[in-house]
């Protein structure tokens, strides 16, 4: 058994490792309780106590340091015989020997259950019937320190609060395994249940709560590992204790990405040896899955679990992690606390882990990291001894979706409707350009991501960006071209733009660029070109502050910014049930405008019906309008609508596009308008499909890359006869 104390950012705190001791290593043991209060005692005060073995019990009360320094210096006073009388001369030696013995002898069962001072009072009755000198002596001395004794263990408020069953209560005990670093809390007011769900590859579930007397929901994240069987604790212990005096040869450390599957592979091959050598019966895929986890925690500690939350975008981490607990922002209920707490030391030796990725270092010279975990989704900034917290470490995470966006999952959300949906990809698959605009955390990005597989693999995708915003092995995986261009420096990128335009035509993504420069130069670049389509997402609240932005800031000609053809405007807002967000504007730029752009209002937000609308777009029948603006077009006859409707004509403030695309394309109106009903009844059927089956695998990108295949496909071999488009697709529906 071994004891030490260490600074945890502005914590004190006092660690015993019980190892080879057969008690419980909890305050419920009174055994462990006279051993910890005595270590305790001799120290200064700390501020949590943690009891280590295969499992960790920390104790979050500064009260159990208290109470330990209160019996420490109560027991000078119980084993100094002066203590018990003026001087020990003729008789009273033998009183003080006695009473000395009789409290002493009781002092250990004080230490066992310092709630209970019986023994006290059992003393203190005892004294009654003296006379003389004998009662003055004893009032004086022997119940002043008897009272001494029972007002000091009074003192500290915990005790007073147990009745000896819930040490571990008072004291505020959290268990957890011995790898997970930093402490759950539970919440501390009144909660109601929002949400809960699971999250994949049973990696745990996830409870969201309203707080009663508090304004942001609490975020609850039951893991396994916190309930792991006692056996599959212990062997992963022992295997974390294995000495290693030779470092492999096919260790690889010099690379530092590597590692993690190392050490995966490391302890499944310890766990096998180790249960080959003990009783413990544990089939080898359970050995596989103990490891991945063992490994998941020592590499990326609190951010592995929580990176399978796909309903996460940022997490923020405030500084000192001992004191504050770790935030998310949750894409229904935004803002969230949770009970998570890292510690100091975790997190400094985390960042300097991450930060030989990238071959530098994060201590005193360089105080800033800001890295990139493709394997969990996530960027993290990290900065060490930020203001005012002089020995800590604050961290920001932006988390993006474990897998890549969809329009039909869009549809899904509610964010826009599958005409609107139909309108914008057509327009963008003929070589439209179009700005994604909104503030942070509006899913523009993933707006911009979600016209990958409308664009389709037949087509060449350019993506620049700076963080790695986009699912590209993903959509290399299923079919796409993608390139991916990481902007770093604006002089090289000026290099490769060249390269890219002598390589032929491509659709441009530009997406989480900070570089202002890189972004001036691929627009001009394309804008010069005159037929590179971009498709690009930017920190904008209006398409007046888009335009500014490019113009202005910029600094680009007008003449580039009539390059732009749509602006798909996005927000979210906060409901009762919940945050929203929506596609709440798509608009076309027009041409013939000097100096103040002018707009075609293709589809506007109507915010008490919480739905997309068309307004410039589509002419005729109200009542069919409404019903062709539905989320569910399965009763709708979308070819006896394609009859009954017209575009709105630009001299009636409609589109200029829709008939400068027709006429380019040799595309008759009427056509093209069909293939635009068309298309948003296949993706309201996969809509519907997902929705009947309560399988949302079918609005994930494997499904609807199969999904867009085959229905493209039939639009190539038989339009303009939309009619057989729809009848192959039927079929090819019902064939699943």
């Not at 991916?484 to 090289?492: F, G, K, L, S, T």
């Not at 609308?613 to 019903?627: A, S």
């Amino acid at each position: 058994m071994t004891f030490r104390t260490y600074r945890s950012g502005p914590l004190q705190v006092a660690e015993i490792e019980c190892y080879g001791c057969e008690r419980l290593s909890s305050l419920e043991d009174k055994r462990c309780r006279v051993c910890v209060l005595e270590q305790l005692g001799a120290q200064s005060s700390v501020d949590q106590v943690t009891l280590r073995r295969a499992y960790k019990r920390v104790y979050c009360s500064s009260e159990l340091s208290k109470l330990a320094r209160v019996l420490a210096m109560l027991k000078q006073l119980v084993f100094d015989r002066a203590s018990y009388a003026a001087s020990e001369r003729g008789k009273c030696k033998g009183c003080v020997d006695k009473r000395y013995r009789e409290l002493t002898e009781r002092w250990k069962k004080l230490l066992e259950a310092p709630h209970d001072l019986s023994p006290i009072e059992e003393l203190t009755r005892k004294q009654g019937g003296l006379k003389g000198e004998c009662a003055k002596c004893t009032e004086r001395y022997f119940l002043k320190l008897l009272a001494s004794v029972r007002t000091g263990i009074r003192s500290i408020t915990a005790i007073q609060n147990t009745d000896g069953t819930n040490y571990d209560e008072v004291f505020a005990a959290r268990v957890m395994p011995f790898f997970v670093e930093g402490i759950w809390h539970p919440p501390k007011h009144g909660l109601k249940l929002l949400e809960t769900y699971e999250l994949p590859e049973h990696r745990g579930t996830v409870r969201i709560y309203k707080q009663l007397d508090r304004p942001l929901p609490f975020y609850e994240l039951d893991l396994p590992e916190l309930k792991m069987p006692a056996e599959h604790l212990l062997l992963l212990d022992k295997a974390y204790k294995f000495e290693m005096t030779v470092e492999p040869g096919h260790a690889r450390f010099a690379f530092p990405t590597r590692i993690s599957g190392f050490v995966d592979e490391w302890y499944n091959v310890l766990l096998h040896v180790i249960r080959e050598r003990s009783d413990v019966k544990i089939p080898s895929g359970e050995l596989r899955e103990l490891a991945k986890r063992m490994s998941s925690w020592l590499t990326y500690q609190w951010l592995e679990p929580l990176s399978y939350d796909d309903k996460l975008t940022d997490i923020y981490i405030p500084a000192p992690p001992e004191l504050q607990p770790i935030r998310v922002v949750h894409e229904r209920w935004d803002m969230c606390e949770t009970g998570i707490h890292w510690t100091t030391p975790a997190l400094l030796g985390f960042g300097e882990t991450l930060a030989s990725r990238l071959a530098t270092s994060f201590d005193e010279v360089r105080p800033q990291l800001d890295i990139e975990i493709p394997e969990l989704g996530m960027r993290l900034f990290l900065s060490r001894y930020p203001a005012i917290w002089s020995r800590s470490i604050a961290a920001s995470v932006r988390k993006r979706r474990r897998r890549a966006w969809t329009q039909p999952l869009f549809l899904e959300r509610g964010t826009l409707t599958p005409l609107a949906s139909s309108l914008v990809s057509n327009l963008v698959r003929r070589g439209a350009s179009a700005f994604v605009i909104g503030e942070m955390g509006s899913a523009k990005t993933s707006e911009v991501e979600t016209l990958v597989p409308e664009i389709g693999p037949h087509q060449r995708i350019i993506a620049f960006q700076d963080t790695e915003e986009l699912h590209l092995e993903e959509f290399i995986a299923h079919g796409y071209s993608i390139e991916n261009v990481r902007i770093a420096d604006a002089e090289q990128l000026q290099l490769q733009i060249d390269a890219f335009l002598r390589g032929g035509a491509a659709y441009w993504l530009i997406t989480e660029v900070r570089v202002m420069e890189a972004v001036r130069a691929a627009l001009g670049a394309a804008a010069r070109q005159g037929s590179q389509p971009i498709i690009s997402s930017f920190h904008a609240r209006s398409k007046r502050e888009m335009f500014d932005l490019v113009c202005h800031i910029m600094g680009l000609h007008e003449a580039a910014y009539k390059y732009v053809d749509l602006v798909v405007s996005t927000a979210r807002f906060s409901t009762p049930s919940g945050t929203i967000r929506r596609v709440i504007e798509v608009a076309e730029v027009l041409k013939d405008w000097e100096e103040k752009p002018r707009y075609a209002e293709l589809f506007t937000d109507e915010r008490k019906r919480d739905l997309l609308v068309p307004k410039n777009f589509l002419r005729g029948d109200r009542h069919l309008l409404e019903r062709m603006n539905s989320f569910d077009l399965s009763k709708l006859n979308v070819l006896d609508a394609a009859k009954r409707l017209d575009f709105l004509p630009p001299d009636r403030s409609g589109s200029q596009l829709v008939p400068t695309m027709c006429k380019r394309f040799a595309i008759n109106e009427r056509d093209f308008l069909t293939g635009i009903l068309v298309e948003a009844k296949m993706k309201s059927d996969l809509l519907g499909l997902a929705r009947r089956t309560g399988d949302t695998s079918y609005l994930e990108l494997p499904f609807v890359s199969r999904a867009y295949d085959a229905y493209f496909t039939l639009v190539k071999e038989n339009a303009p006869e939309y009619r057989r488009v729809l009848n192959g697709w039927q079929s090819w529906l019902r064939a699943l």
